[in-house]
T-cell receptor, first 113, second 113 residues
Framework: KQEVTQIPAALSVPEGENLVLNCSFT??????LQWFRQDPGKGLTSLLL?????REQTSGRLNASLDKSSGRSTLYIAASQPGDSATYLC????????????FGKGTTLSVSS | GAGVSQSPSNKVTEKGKDVELRCDPI?????LYWYRQRLGQGLEFLIY????????KSGLPSDRFSAERTGESVSTLTIQRTQQEDSAVYLC???????????FGSGTQLSVL
Protein backbone atom coordinates (compact mmCIF):
# COMPACT_ATOMS: atom_id res chain seq x y z
CA LYS A 1 0.00 0.00 0.00
CA GLN A 2 1.39 3.37 -1.05
CA GLU A 3 1.93 5.83 1.80
CA VAL A 4 2.97 9.43 1.36
CA THR A 5 4.60 11.39 4.19
CA GLN A 6 5.36 15.09 4.31
CA ILE A 7 7.82 16.67 6.70
CA PRO A 8 7.61 19.08 8.42
CA ALA A 9 3.89 19.32 9.15
CA ALA A 10 4.25 23.07 9.68
CA LEU A 11 6.92 25.64 8.93
CA SER A 12 7.26 29.33 9.73
CA VAL A 13 9.85 31.50 8.02
CA PRO A 14 10.53 35.22 7.57
CA GLU A 15 9.97 36.78 4.16
CA GLY A 16 12.85 36.35 1.75
CA GLU A 17 14.07 32.98 2.99
CA ASN A 18 14.62 30.03 0.70
CA LEU A 19 12.99 26.86 1.97
CA VAL A 20 12.55 23.18 1.22
CA LEU A 21 9.50 20.99 1.75
CA ASN A 22 9.93 17.25 1.82
CA CYS A 23 7.78 14.41 0.55
CA SER A 24 8.51 10.69 0.79
CA PHE A 25 6.62 7.69 -0.55
CA THR A 26 6.91 4.01 0.25
CA UNK A 27 6.36 2.42 -3.18
CA UNK A 28 8.81 3.64 -5.84
CA UNK A 29 6.67 2.25 -8.69
CA UNK A 30 5.03 5.57 -9.39
CA UNK A 31 3.89 7.09 -12.68
CA UNK A 32 4.27 10.72 -11.66
CA LEU A 33 4.26 13.06 -8.66
CA GLN A 34 2.39 16.33 -8.29
CA TRP A 35 2.75 19.24 -5.87
CA PHE A 36 -0.34 21.24 -4.97
CA ARG A 37 -1.12 24.33 -2.99
CA GLN A 38 -4.24 24.65 -0.82
CA ASP A 39 -5.43 27.99 0.51
CA PRO A 40 -7.86 28.05 3.49
CA GLY A 41 -11.44 27.42 2.42
CA LYS A 42 -10.46 26.84 -1.18
CA GLY A 43 -9.72 23.93 -3.46
CA LEU A 44 -6.29 22.77 -4.52
CA THR A 45 -4.16 24.29 -7.25
CA SER A 46 -1.62 22.19 -9.11
CA LEU A 47 1.87 23.69 -8.97
CA LEU A 48 4.18 21.17 -10.63
CA LEU A 49 3.95 17.68 -12.12
CA UNK A 50 7.04 15.49 -12.46
CA UNK A 51 6.94 12.35 -14.55
CA UNK A 52 8.73 9.33 -13.10
CA UNK A 53 11.39 9.61 -15.82
CA UNK A 54 12.18 13.22 -14.90
CA ARG A 55 14.47 14.56 -12.18
CA GLU A 56 13.00 18.02 -11.69
CA GLN A 57 10.53 20.64 -12.82
CA THR A 58 10.67 24.41 -12.40
CA SER A 59 8.02 27.10 -12.41
CA GLY A 60 9.04 30.61 -11.43
CA ARG A 61 10.38 30.54 -7.86
CA LEU A 62 9.38 26.89 -7.43
CA ASN A 63 11.56 23.90 -8.17
CA ALA A 64 10.50 20.32 -7.53
CA SER A 65 12.91 17.40 -7.64
CA LEU A 66 12.23 13.69 -7.74
CA ASP A 67 14.44 10.79 -6.66
CA LYS A 68 12.22 7.88 -7.53
CA SER A 69 14.58 5.14 -6.40
CA SER A 70 14.82 6.55 -2.88
CA GLY A 71 11.14 7.50 -2.76
CA ARG A 72 11.67 11.22 -2.20
CA SER A 73 10.68 14.55 -3.64
CA THR A 74 11.45 18.08 -2.54
CA LEU A 75 9.77 21.38 -3.29
CA TYR A 76 12.16 24.31 -3.16
CA ILE A 77 10.69 27.79 -2.80
CA ALA A 78 13.08 30.64 -3.45
CA ALA A 79 12.80 34.10 -1.88
CA SER A 80 9.60 33.30 -0.01
CA GLN A 81 6.80 35.88 0.18
CA PRO A 82 3.79 36.26 2.51
CA GLY A 83 1.58 35.27 -0.42
CA ASP A 84 3.26 31.85 -0.38
CA SER A 85 1.55 31.08 2.94
CA ALA A 86 -0.62 28.01 2.33
CA THR A 87 -0.66 24.26 2.77
CA TYR A 88 1.48 22.38 0.28
CA LEU A 89 0.57 18.82 -0.62
CA CYS A 90 2.34 16.22 -2.65
CA UNK A 91 0.58 13.33 -4.35
CA UNK A 92 1.79 10.29 -6.28
CA UNK A 93 0.17 8.35 -9.08
CA UNK A 94 0.63 4.61 -8.98
CA UNK A 95 2.23 2.74 -11.85
CA UNK A 96 -0.97 0.93 -12.76
CA UNK A 97 -3.27 2.77 -15.14
CA UNK A 98 -6.67 3.83 -13.88
CA UNK A 99 -5.69 4.01 -10.24
CA UNK A 100 -5.93 6.80 -7.73
CA UNK A 101 -3.65 9.66 -6.82
CA UNK A 102 -2.49 9.29 -3.18
CA PHE A 103 -1.91 12.42 -1.13
CA GLY A 104 0.30 13.28 1.79
CA LYS A 105 -1.15 15.27 4.70
CA GLY A 106 0.66 18.43 3.70
CA THR A 107 3.02 21.04 5.08
CA THR A 108 1.46 24.26 6.30
CA LEU A 109 3.75 27.17 5.46
CA SER A 110 3.57 30.58 7.09
CA VAL A 111 5.73 33.40 5.71
CA SER A 112 5.88 36.51 7.86
CA SER A 113 6.59 39.98 6.53
CA GLY B 1 -17.16 25.87 -18.08
CA ALA B 2 -13.72 27.25 -17.35
CA GLY B 3 -13.07 25.07 -14.33
CA VAL B 4 -14.40 22.21 -12.24
CA SER B 5 -17.75 23.14 -10.74
CA GLN B 6 -19.23 21.56 -7.63
CA SER B 7 -22.67 21.99 -6.17
CA PRO B 8 -23.92 22.73 -3.68
CA SER B 9 -21.07 24.62 -2.07
CA ASN B 10 -22.57 23.97 1.34
CA LYS B 11 -25.00 21.30 2.50
CA VAL B 12 -26.45 20.87 5.96
CA THR B 13 -28.44 17.72 6.57
CA GLU B 14 -29.85 15.68 9.40
CA LYS B 15 -28.41 12.36 10.43
CA GLY B 16 -30.02 9.54 8.48
CA LYS B 17 -30.91 11.60 5.40
CA ASP B 18 -29.51 10.90 1.94
CA VAL B 19 -27.48 13.54 0.10
CA GLU B 20 -26.30 13.99 -3.49
CA LEU B 21 -23.24 16.00 -4.40
CA ARG B 22 -22.61 17.08 -7.98
CA CYS B 23 -19.42 17.63 -9.95
CA ASP B 24 -19.13 19.16 -13.42
CA PRO B 25 -15.62 18.48 -14.72
CA ILE B 26 -13.76 20.54 -17.27
CA UNK B 27 -15.15 19.78 -20.72
CA UNK B 28 -13.22 16.99 -22.43
CA UNK B 29 -11.59 15.71 -19.27
CA UNK B 30 -11.77 11.94 -19.20
CA UNK B 31 -10.53 11.43 -15.65
CA LEU B 32 -12.59 12.39 -12.59
CA TYR B 33 -11.75 11.91 -8.91
CA TRP B 34 -13.68 12.31 -5.67
CA TYR B 35 -11.83 12.98 -2.42
CA ARG B 36 -12.94 13.69 1.13
CA GLN B 37 -11.16 16.05 3.52
CA ARG B 38 -12.18 16.05 7.17
CA LEU B 39 -11.36 19.08 9.27
CA GLY B 40 -7.61 19.34 9.79
CA GLN B 41 -6.96 16.11 7.91
CA GLY B 42 -5.45 15.12 4.58
CA LEU B 43 -7.25 14.18 1.38
CA GLU B 44 -8.87 10.76 1.49
CA PHE B 45 -9.42 9.11 -1.89
CA LEU B 46 -12.97 7.91 -2.56
CA ILE B 47 -13.45 6.96 -6.22
CA TYR B 48 -11.83 7.46 -9.63
CA UNK B 49 -13.48 7.39 -13.08
CA UNK B 50 -11.30 7.14 -16.18
CA UNK B 51 -12.97 7.10 -19.59
CA UNK B 52 -14.93 3.91 -20.20
CA UNK B 53 -12.86 1.84 -17.78
CA UNK B 54 -14.39 0.35 -14.66
CA UNK B 55 -14.10 2.94 -11.86
CA UNK B 56 -11.61 2.47 -9.03
CA LYS B 57 -13.97 2.27 -6.04
CA SER B 58 -11.33 1.10 -3.59
CA GLY B 59 -11.58 4.25 -1.45
CA LEU B 60 -15.31 4.21 -0.73
CA PRO B 61 -15.55 3.85 3.08
CA SER B 62 -18.83 1.91 3.21
CA ASP B 63 -21.73 0.75 1.07
CA ARG B 64 -23.57 3.94 2.03
CA PHE B 65 -21.33 5.72 -0.47
CA SER B 66 -21.80 5.44 -4.22
CA ALA B 67 -20.96 7.49 -7.28
CA GLU B 68 -21.96 7.63 -10.89
CA ARG B 69 -20.63 9.34 -13.95
CA THR B 70 -22.49 9.86 -17.20
CA GLY B 71 -20.02 9.33 -20.02
CA GLU B 72 -17.25 11.91 -19.65
CA SER B 73 -19.59 14.41 -18.09
CA VAL B 74 -21.26 15.09 -14.77
CA SER B 75 -20.65 12.94 -11.72
CA THR B 76 -22.78 12.58 -8.62
CA LEU B 77 -21.64 11.26 -5.26
CA THR B 78 -24.46 9.87 -3.14
CA ILE B 79 -24.26 9.27 0.59
CA GLN B 80 -27.15 7.32 2.04
CA ARG B 81 -28.24 7.43 5.68
CA THR B 82 -25.69 10.10 6.53
CA GLN B 83 -23.77 9.92 9.79
CA GLN B 84 -22.03 12.69 11.72
CA GLU B 85 -18.64 11.26 10.75
CA ASP B 86 -19.53 11.96 7.11
CA SER B 87 -19.13 15.68 7.81
CA ALA B 88 -16.28 16.89 5.64
CA VAL B 89 -15.39 18.81 2.50
CA TYR B 90 -15.95 16.66 -0.57
CA LEU B 91 -13.61 17.60 -3.39
CA CYS B 92 -13.88 16.70 -7.05
CA UNK B 93 -11.02 16.91 -9.54
CA UNK B 94 -10.67 16.23 -13.24
CA UNK B 95 -7.83 15.67 -15.66
CA UNK B 96 -7.46 15.52 -19.43
CA UNK B 97 -5.88 12.08 -19.20
CA UNK B 98 -5.28 9.15 -16.87
CA UNK B 99 -2.94 10.29 -14.05
CA UNK B 100 -2.50 13.73 -15.61
CA UNK B 101 -2.43 17.18 -14.03
CA UNK B 102 -5.42 17.57 -11.73
CA UNK B 103 -7.80 20.50 -11.60
CA PHE B 104 -9.88 20.73 -8.42
CA GLY B 105 -13.26 22.22 -7.73
CA SER B 106 -13.87 24.37 -4.65
CA GLY B 107 -15.59 21.51 -2.86
CA THR B 108 -18.87 20.86 -1.06
CA GLN B 109 -18.86 21.41 2.69
CA LEU B 110 -21.15 18.75 4.12
CA SER B 111 -22.38 19.10 7.70
CA VAL B 112 -24.41 16.29 9.25
CA LEU B 113 -26.26 17.35 12.39
Amino acid sequence: KQEVTQIPAALSVPEGENLVLNCSFTDSAIYNLQWFRQDPGKGLTSLLLIQSSQREQTSGRLNASLDKSSGRSTLYIAASQPGDSATYLCAVSRGKAGTALIFGKGTTLSVSS
Amino acid sequence: GAGVSQSPSNKVTEKGKDVELRCDPISGHTALYWYRQRLGQGLEFLIYFQGNSAPDKSGLPSDRFSAERTGESVSTLTIQRTQQEDSAVYLCASSSRDRGKLFFGSGTQLSVL
